[in-house]
């Protein structure tokens, strides 16, 4: 079982930037995939960012690409979304998320990561 605790949400102006963090409590940290979803209000989930178990591979949503960066640290079982030039349109529910590369990008199917923390709002006034 793997346990994910977000934090870092807030409210800020649109152009302003916010750092999430995940912290996992598991012995097996650096085997996982990490990511981030959100659900903004009346919309469904969606995937903001995937970072692999060495950061080899990363992948960005197109909406937030070039303004958001997925980093890990594996000494310190901990992800992070730096999240810059924000805008109204990224308020939302934010998700860490955990499980292997396919099942967290949706690569064979729908995303469907096993282990899901408890989210963290983020809200962007204009």
């Known amino acids: 079982q793997v346990q994910l605790v977000e934090s870092g949400g807030g409210l800020v102006q649109a152009g302003g930037s916010l750092r999430l963090s995940c912290a996992a409590s598991?012995?097996?940290?650096?085997?996982?995939?990490m990511g981030w979803f959100r659900q903004p209000p009346g919309k469904e989930r969606e995937l903001v960012a995937a970072?692999?178990?060495?950061?080899?591979?990363?992948y960005y949503a197109d909406s937030v690409s070039g303004r958001f960066t997925i980093s890990r640290d594996n000494a310190k079982n901990t992800v992070y979304l730096e999240m810059n030039s924000l805008r109204p349109e990224d308020t939302a529910v934010y998700y860490c998320?955990?499980?292997?590369?396919?099942?967290?990008?949706?690569?064979?199917?729908?995303?469907?990561?096993?282990?899901w923390g408890q989210g963290t709002q983020v809200t962007v006034s204009s």
């Open positions: 998320v955990a499980d292997k590369w396919n099942s967290v990008v949706g690569a064979l199917g729908p995303p469907d990561p096993v282990y």
């Open positions: 970072i692999s178990w060495s950061g080899g591979s990363i």
């Open positions: 598991t012995h097996t940290f650096n085997s996982f995939t």
